[in-house]
């Protein structure tokens, strides 16, 4: 059977979800006699298809495929290039150079959530997402006052917004996202 929480698959006789650790079924009170009794509207659309209908696909289960890539790179690869720009670069910006390591450290975080397929990977990511994007902008702005410097921060901060597009749309409609998390983002 499906946890009504999380969506994940758990065995038939859990009372309790062992993956979100809340009910595993929705209790629905027994209707009112008035609503038994209440004539049935002259016109009732027909079933539609939700896009939680889908099945989900077992053989997609796991950290695999693009998602395994998502968190390598935000895991190592991210924070070797954070560290490779912060010492090439020589800036003397501390603020920049902290908010950079912090803005790495968060995502190191996010990245071992999602690895790990926590249920509150999906918030982490969400926030993440947003600094990622607010830094983006700040580094638009930021370079469109810079005289020297603005091109090449331009190029950066717009490579940014580009990547937070990309995993944004991957992560609201990846099918092994969907059969590894039972939703999408």
């Known amino acids: ?17 062992p993956l979100c650790g809340r009910d ?24 539609t298809a939700a896009p939680s209908s889908r099945p989900i696909r077992v053989d997609l289960q796991g950290v695999g495929g693009w998602l395994l890539f998502f968190c390598v790179g935000l895991v190592l690869l991210g924070p070797l290039l954070t560290l490779s720009q912060v010492i090439n670069s020589g800036s003397a910006d501390t603020v920049g150079v902290v908010l950079g390591f912090l803005r790495v450290a968060f995502g190191i975080v996010v990245g071992i959530f999602v690895w790990n ?13 947003g600094l990622v994007a ?23 901060s717009i490579r940014s917004l580009i990547y ?16 590894t998390f039972g939703r999408n983002l």
């Not at 937070?164 to 059969?179: G, K, M, Q, T």
């Open 1 to 17: 059977m499906f946890c009504a929480r999380c969506g994940q698959q758990i065995p038939d006789t859990s009372e309790t979800c």
């Open 24 to 47: 595993a079924t929705i209790k629905v009170p027994p209707p009112s006699p008035s609503v038994l009794t209440a004539a049935a509207p002259a016109f009732a659309p027909g079933p």
């Open 117 to 129: 397929v926590r249920p509150v990977a999906f918030t982490l990511l969400w926030f993440y997402f």
């Open 134 to 156: 607010a830094f983006a902008v700040l580094g638009i702005i930021g370079s469109a006052l810079e005289a020297e410097e603005g091109a090449k921060g331009l190029i950066v």
């Open 164 to 179: 937070v597009f990309i995993w944004l749309l991957y992560f609201r409609r990846s099918e092994r996202v969907r059969a």
